[in-house]
């Protein structure tokens, strides 16, 4: 991925992303479809980490949904 300061301006935004909703960001920003893998790699050339937190996720998940939740994935949080 070439354009790292725009995904700095995305990350910044939403600090609490996961690197899907990242991904999906992206795309609608930038036209540009990029892997998860992609995308994890990117935040990693910025010195960002990452952590796996399914009780956040799931929790986030649950508010976004109303409760109805069909399919829950495991995410990893910036």
Same mark, same amino acid.
Request: charged share 25%; net charge negative.
């Given at each position: 991925?070439?354009?790292?300061?725009?995904?700095?301006? @995305?990350?910044?935004?939403?600090?609490?992303?996961? &690197?899907?909703?990242? $991904?999906?960001?992206?795309?609608?920003? /930038? %036209?540009?479809?990029?892997?998860?893998?992609?995308?994890?790699?990117?935040?990693?050339? @910025?010195?960002?980490?990452?952590?796996?937190?399914? &009780?956040?996720?799931? $929790?986030?998940?649950?508010?976004?949904? /109303? %409760?109805?939740?069909?399919?829950?994935?495991?995410?990893?949080?910036?």
């Amino acid at each position: 991925m070439s354009d790292l300061p725009a995904l700095q301006q @995305l990350v910044d935004e939403q600090p609490d992303a996961i &690197l899907k909703e990242l $991904s999906e960001r992206f795309a609608v920003q /930038n %036209g540009i479809e990029v892997s998860t893998a992609t995308m994890h790699r990117a935040v990693e050339k @910025l010195d960002l980490t990452t952590k796996k937190n399914t &009780l956040l996720l799931v $929790s986030k998940i649950l508010k976004e949904s /109303n %409760g109805c939740v069909l399919n829950i994935e495991i995410g990893y949080w910036v």
